[in-house]
Structure formats: C-alpha cells, structure tokens
C-alpha cells in the first residue's frame, strides 16, 4: 500500500515509515494538511494512487480537522483517512468520525495497531 | 553500545509506568535492541544522548515512540475476528432457536483479562435483538488472580482498548474514565462472571454451557492434556453445545467424541445430539 502521513512531527513520520516499510508499505509525509492536499492533488493528476491517509491533529497551518472538513466540502480525496492522534476523547472520536474518518488511532500507539486499523480499512473499502 | 544500569533501570521504570510491562534488572539485556533503535530513531549518537534527552523532557512524541518500541502484544479484542463473527451469525442463532426460554450460557476458558469474553458479548449485541441479549452470559475464567482482577474491573488503556477494536466501538461500549482509562459498559460487564479455573485440575460442571470458547490454550499442551481438557469440555457442554478453538488448534491425534462443522473454512466442535 502507499499510504500518506500527515503529521508535523518528523520523529512520528521516521516511526511510522520504518513501521509501514517493515510491512512492505511505501510512504509519503506531509507536515500539515495544506501540504497533504497540494500532494493529493498531484497525487490525483499523475494517477498515483494513495491508499490509506494517516492524519494528526494538531498540526499548524491546517490541522487535521480542518482538513477533514475541508476534504469534505471539496471532495479532495475519497481515500479512507485514519486519524493518529493524542486527543483521545470520545468527543474527539466521535468528532473526526461524523467527518468521514473511517478509524481512529490513540497516541501512544503500537505497530500492531497500526496494522490492525489498516486491515480493518482494507475489510471495509 | 555499553548501557549503564542507571540508563537501564531509567527506561525499564518508565516503561512500567505506561505499559504495566516489567523488566527485572536480571532481564535488562531485553532492553538493549529496543534502546539502540531509540538511538538511530532520534539519529542521535550515543545511549547516554539519548538518555539525557529522555530525563530532561518527555514530550508526547518521544513517550509514543518509546512505547512503541516497548511493548509486545498478546491480548486482543476480537482476535482472529472469524471466531467472533461465527458465534454471533452462525452458533448463536441456532443454539437461541434450538434451546427457546433458556438463558444461553457461555464460556470463555481462558479468558486472561477478559478481552474475549467481552468481545463475544459485543459481537452478540450488535446482531442480536434486546431479548435474545437479555438471554446471554458469559462466564471467563483463567488461572491469574491478576488477569481475572483486570476482567472483573473491565478498565483497559488506551493500548489496550486499540488493540483490535474497531474505533466506532470504543465510542459505543466503552466509556473514559481518564485520558488513558476506558471502562466497558455496565450493561455488557453485568453479563460476565469471571473466576479462577485450572482447565487442567479444576472440576468442570456437567452439562452446563451452550458455547464454550477454549482458544490458544490446547497449542501449549501435549496430546495427554489435550485430551483430557477435551473430555472434561465434552462433559461440561449441554448436548448440541458448541466448543469454538483457536485457529491453529484441532482435535488431531485425540480421541474426543466431537461432530466437525466447518463453517466459512473455520471448524468448530459440535457435541452430538447422542451424546
């Protein structure tokens, strides 16, 4: 899979990429969420297929809720997006999930839950 | 890389602050590879760097990486999902049909902290309607004291409550207590009992469950035990009660008077009728 992670901490992007390339997965990073719709964007012109989104929340510039709901007016992308992220309510779940997150990672969090998110994406898209 | 004890017991301490995971100082060399890629992580040059940013700050950041990178992972909700998805389609809807008004008893053997039998109560909840509900229990043993302390309380971190539980679910049967603490609804915790059971020693009662889940326990046992834990859960199953295994686990090489189905290339054990 190529998956897209959008996160401004440099150290959870060489984490997570050293977690995807040790599965086989390829990756791209994105330090905010306008960077990450300039890389859809370019993404969707050369029909290089991005198959799962990695998004943080806090992040400057655009964070991940504004990209969501961005996306959602804007149709950007129709690619599942996961949230990966350290605001861990249920009100910040439930938040991200009424605007078409389709799973929600906690930080802390463990490359087996990384992987158990994307098989369940793979199950449901 | 020589790691001072100091730089040892610092990780070894924090680590047990966030995972519950204990590493003994007889046991440090375990951290050795998982501190090293700390290093290359961070790119930094030395254990002792990497020591002394840790002591100065932990940020967010830096906890998550080193919480990766510490834990290992045995017990999941819905592991292996099919067996999940087999009770609450399949075995349950005929054991509700063939045994009406009866309250459907269940049984997750070795149900460590209580993973399973909570996820058997989930995947029972969303397809099956208020009354048929009302009708199940299930009850989890395990021979931890600790393990079963954890599944009676019902409490899971955030770890914990991630590892196999779809994001939606969380919000649905679980509710925060703190940042890091989830509890399980009371309405699906009401309908469990767990106790202290040895599967080899105890005495099983007669006849009693409908359903009983014994997964990942028999893979550890030789052929004997095998098949004297398969008697003892033959005897403990009402007639057409159904006895779900691990994935990798069969009755191979053990003389025990099961009926095979295979539902969806996943085998469960039926005790036949005649029994």
């Known amino acids: 899979m ?6 401004d901490s ?15 997965h390829t990756s791209l990073w994105a330090e905010d969420g306008l960077k990450a719709i300039e890389i859809i964007k370019e993404n969707n012109a050369s029909n290089t297929k991005i198959d799962v989104i990695l998004l943080d929340w806090n992040m400057p510039n655009m964070n991940g809720i504004e990209f969501l709901e961005y996306n959602f007016k804007e149709k950007v992308t129709t690619t599942p997006v996961v949230m990966m992220t350290t605001e861990n309510s249920p009100e910040s779940i439930k938040k991200a999930l009424s605007l078409s997150a389709a799973e929600y990672i906690m930080k802390p969090f463990t490359s087996d839950i990384l992987f158990n998110k994307i098989s369940l994406i793979e199950m449901m898209f | 890389m020589v790691i001072r004890e100091e730089v040892y017991k610092f990780f070894a301490d924090y680590i047990y602050k ?7 100082p ?3 060399y375990r951290l050795d590879s998982r501190i090293n890629e700390l290093v ?20 967010p950041d830096m906890k998550a990486v080193l919480v990766n990178i510490s834990t290992n992972n045995e017990t999941y909700f819905f592991r292996d999902v099919k067996p ?11 054991i509700l049909t063939n045994f009406p008004n009866e309250e459907i008893k269940m049984w997750s053997a070795a149900c460590s902290s209580g993973q399973e039998a909570y996820s058997m109560l989930i995947s029972i909840r969303n397809t099956t309607d208020d009354a048929n509900f009302e009708r199940c229990r299930v009850d989890g043993s395990d021979v931890s004291i600790k393990a079963l302390d954890k599944a009676k309380l ?6 914990e409550i991630q590892r196999g539980l779809p994001a939606p679910m969380i919000i649905k049967y679980f509710r925060q207590l703190d940042p890091d603490s989830w509890a399980i609804d009371d309405s699906l915790k009401f309908k469990t009992n767990f106790f202290e059971f040895n ?13 009983i889940f014994c997964r990942n326990i028999l893979i550890y046992q030789d052929n004997e035990n095998k098949g004297k834990i398969l008697n003892s859960i033959y005897n403990a199953l009402k007639k057409d009660g159904i006895l779900v295994l691990g994935a990798g686990e069969s009755l191979v090489g053990i003389v025990a008077p099961f009926q095979q189905i295979q539902f969806d290339g996943y085998t469960v054990y039926k005790k036949d009728s005649k029994g």
């Open chain 2, 84 to 94: 999940f998805t087999l009770l609450s389609r399949v075995v349950l809807p005929e």
């Open chain 2, 40 to 59: 290359q992580i961070f790119s930094l040059k030395s254990v002792e760097d990497l020591y002394e940013m840790y002591v100065k700050e932990i940020t």
């Open chain 1, 2 to 7: 190529n998956i897209l992670v959008v996160d």
């Open chain 2, 199 to 211: 599967l080899l020693t105890g005495f099983y009662p007669q006849e009693k469950y409908h359903i």
């Open chain 1, 10 to 24: 440099r150290v959870i992007y060489a984490m997570v990429k050293k977690m995807l390339e040790e599965k086989g």
């Open chain 2, 154 to 159: 019902g409490v899971y971190n955030g770890l």
């Open chain 2, 26 to 28: 007889s046991e440090y």
């Open chain 2, 18 to 24: 966030i995972t519950g995971m204990v590493y003994v």
